[in-house]
């Protein structure tokens, strides 16, 4: 039976093999993960080759090579660990230690892999792979649980980037609250909102690289309430700038500031996994998932009558019951329902009261199989359950969708802003109580669909609804007071129509939110959503949505093994190249490793690999890859507008090749083809120019090198303090969805507000 170094499962997410007696490892991010998979694939080759009597000296010289490729791969990597050491002092210790080991593991496995020269790999008593396989295995697991303490140390590095962000935001927001005039507030909000797009992007990025959904969520749920109340900090300090004696606008202020304070924290829990005061984190049960729980315990009677009690059953069932009672309690909830989920409720005891007896009875009689009266039994019982289920995700979204299409004219927000202008304090205080009761009736509908959500990340998107209603309710209420004890005022309108905005936005993401429960609730959701740089499926091309995912069987993997492999070495070239640049923020360097990063998931695919599990996937990478590499021609063109006449010709020649190539490719995958015999081709024809992009690329890297070095004028043009910022953001504005986004909260708003922010203003 094939062993693996590492767990059956490929690369643990809490395991480091042979760390002994130091802490386990936790994996918590995808990158992490990915970047072990290879090594785990070459190292279990090695541990998993046949011990044939004979071994052709074709088999022989292909272990050394996988041995050397090891050896020289771990050293290169330490050589980076070491690097990263330096610059880290108080990472340096355990770092050099896990280097250390990781050398001296991909030694042993060079040495014990050295067979290739050797006619009888047995008699000269050398210790070989053949002669202690279990030497190999030490080595395997040690030189795994080194390089994993090495890409764990490193991802600290990253954490403590946004964290050193997060002070720097935090310091910045404490002048911004005591600022006493508009040119001070002007100079330090300018600032403020560059270290608000760097936190953005270093905490988006960290969104899509967790591997724990409920931690994805919470980020998500935390970046989309700085993202809102960015602005709002900006409309509110300038209201109480300008109106420096009004309470309401100072109440206002206060409540803006203490939301970022608690969300900024929150992305800090997430991001270093810890609690203040040790504290543990007690989400409520919700009913979905204590039905599910039930289920499950109910359904374990037909292979165990005997592995919990009858009081174990009644205590979960009287919990779900009690948990009804939100439905059932709710003034919200319409009198059919009501009678239904207690109907429901009654009839689940008298089945589970049906069900003990059955089984008590099988106990006595100490059957070994179920009986048929258990079987119905559980059945019965089940079946009752998914149907109050249904009756309360009927109650919950119902009401949700009554409550959003009522809201949806906004004519409470409309007239506050009205009454507001026009300085009717009395008007105003009526409105105000009609959108406190719209925002009571908002909080009761998020908790009752957190009950039904389905999944955890969705119950947490339930609960920041339910917070975010709860903590702009009464905000827009205070801007509602101060801009009609100050109705001419320019400032006050702005910030009240802020706010209102704000909370339009909160409905519109709650019929989104909606939508994704009802699709649990139907199973059309069963994928997990899209990470890193895959595109989800019929996001770029609505042609492909109908289309059926293929995957590759043995022998067309086999046929593309070839043309995988040339694109591998590809890729290591390019790699190589990139790591000769001096500056690695270079936009060319950027590039270039994203299309790298792209052609070896494409090269991972023709080996059955990777992320990429179907040929759809493939395509859609492909597509990817080919954009990136037409925004690396745009830069190139840039580039060679600042170089002398004489060098422009060999750079321009490769861009010439460059466009055509992508173009050519993007066309390729986009094209929908039908039958197996044609999606193969499709898949033949587009790693084929993938391979020519980083042929190309290869040639390009060290040409644009050279020509940087030689015109001398460094290279600020490629670099602006954040050289990603502009190509994030316009990726990111076809993107729908929560979980892929990394925009920089609002900013290019944000920015047109300062501009037009002076200390003249006199609205």
Known sequence: MATSPCSSSGVSSSSSAGLGAEAALEIRTRSVEQTLVPLVSQITTLINHKDKPKRSDRTLQAIQRVGQAVNLAVGRFITVGAAIANENRELKEEMSIACIEAKRAGETIAQLTDVANLDHPESDGRITIFTDKTGVVKAARLLLSSVTKVLVLADRIVIKQIVASRNKVLATMEQLEKVSSFQEFVQIFSQFGNEMVEFAHLTGDRQNDLKDEKKKARMAAARAVLEKCTMMLLTASKTCLRHPDCESARLNKEGVFHRMRLSLEQVIEIVTDS??????????????????????????????????????????????????????????????????????????????EQLVSVWMQAQSQKTKEITEDLEVAILKTCQCMNELKRELHHAATSLATDLLRYHADHMVLKALKITGVEGNLEAVAEYTCKLSEQKEQLVETCRLLRHVSGTEPLEITCIHAEDTFQVTGPQIISAAETLTLHPSSKIAKENLDVFCEAWESQLSDMS?????????????????????????????????????????????????????????????????????WEDQENEIVLHGQSISSMAHSMY????????????????????????????????????????????????????????????????????????KSATFTKVDTCIRKTKGVMTILSQVLPLSCKLLKKCGTGNGWLRSPHPWRENRLQTNTNEDSMEGKTDAFGIKSLEHHVANLTFLESK
């Open 512 to 580: 989104m939110l909606l939508r994704e429960i009802n699709d649990v609730f139907e199973g059309r959701r069963g994928e997990k959503r899209a990470y890193l740089s895959l595109p989800r499926p019929g996001k770029h091309n609505a042609n492909l949505k109908a289309l059926k995912p293929v995957t590759l069987d043995t022998e067309e993997q086999a046929q593309l093994g070839k043309l995988g492999l040339e694109l591998h070495l590809l890729t290591c070239d390019v790699d190589s190249e990139t790591e000769k």
């Open 275 to 352: 609690r203040p005061s040790g504290e543990n984190e007690m989400a409520p049960t919700s009913i979905y998932t204590s039905i599910k729980e039930f289920k499950n315990k109910v359904e374990g009677l037909r292979e165990n009558l005997y592995f919990l009690s009858k009081e174990n059953l009644s205590t979960m069932l009287e919990l779900i019951l009690e948990h009804t009672e939100d439905f059932t309690d709710s003034a919200y909830t319409s009198h059919e329902h009501r009678e239904r989920i207690l109907e429901q409720s009654k009839q689940a005891k008298m089945e589970l």
């Open 604 to 675: 991972l695919f023709t080996r059955g690999e990777g992320l990429l599990k179907t040929t759809q996937d493939l395509f859609h990478q492909a597509e990817v890859f080919a954009t990136e590499g037409i925004k690396l021609a745009s830069v190139l063109t840039a580039f060679s507008n600042q170089l002398e006449d004489f060098d422009k010709p060999l750079l321009l020649l490769e861009i010439d090749k460059l466009i055509p190539v992508c173009q050519q490719l993007q066309i390729t995958a986009k094209t929908t083809v039908q039958g």
